[in-house]
Nanobody, 120 residues
Framework: QVQSVESGENFVQPGGSLRLSCEAS????????VAWFRQAPGKKREGVGC?????SSTIYADSVKGRFTISRGATVDLQMDSLNPEDTAVYYC????????????????WGQGIQVTVSS
C-alpha cells in the first residue's frame, strides 16, 4: 500500500519553529511533486506549499510565505518558523502528481496527518 508518513515535533510556543518530514513507503518521493496542506478545526483543508519533482522549485500560500520552507532530500521536509497560534492545524503531505498544485482535489495519496499546536 502506498502512503506518505509525516513525522516531527508537534507542539511549540508562538514565535517558535517546528520541522515536519514526509516519507513514502512503496514508491520514491523524488519522482513526484510533494505538497503540504493543513486543516484547522471547522475550516477547509488549505494548501501550504509544494515542491516540484524535476527542479525542486517551490510555491507557497501567502499566509506562510517567508516563514515556511519546503526542501527535498531523502524525505520532503516542511520547516516552519515564526509560528503563531493561527498555524495550529493538522498538517498533511500529499503526492502522486508530477506538477505542483495547492488544490487538495489534485492529489489521491495522503499522509495520515500530524497535529501541530502553537500555544503559550
Amino acid at each position: 500500500q502506498v502512503q506518505s508518513v509525516e513525522s516531527g515535533e508537534n507542539f511549540v510556543q508562538p514565535g517558535g519553529s517546528l520541522r515536519l518530514s514526509c516519507e513514502a513507503s512503496g514508491f520514491g518521493l523524488r519522482y513526484f511533486a510533494v505538497a503540504w496542506f493543513r486543516q484547522a478545526p471547522g475550516k477547509k483543508r488549505e494548501g501550504v506549499g509544494c515542491i516540484s519533482s524535476w527542479d525542486s522549485s517551490t510555491i507557497y500560500a501567502d499566509s506562510v510565505k517567508g516563514r515556511f520552507t519546503i526542501s527535498r532530500g531523502a524525505t520532503v521536509d516542511l520547516q516552519m518558523d515564526s509560528l503563531n497560534p493561527e498555524d495550529t492545524a493538522v498538517y498533511y503531505c500529499a503526492t502522486d502528481q508530477d506538477f505542483c498544485s495547492l488544490f487538495p482535489a489534485d492529489y489521491s495519496t495522503w499522509g495520515q496527518g500530524i497535529q501541530v499546536t502553537v500555544s503559550s
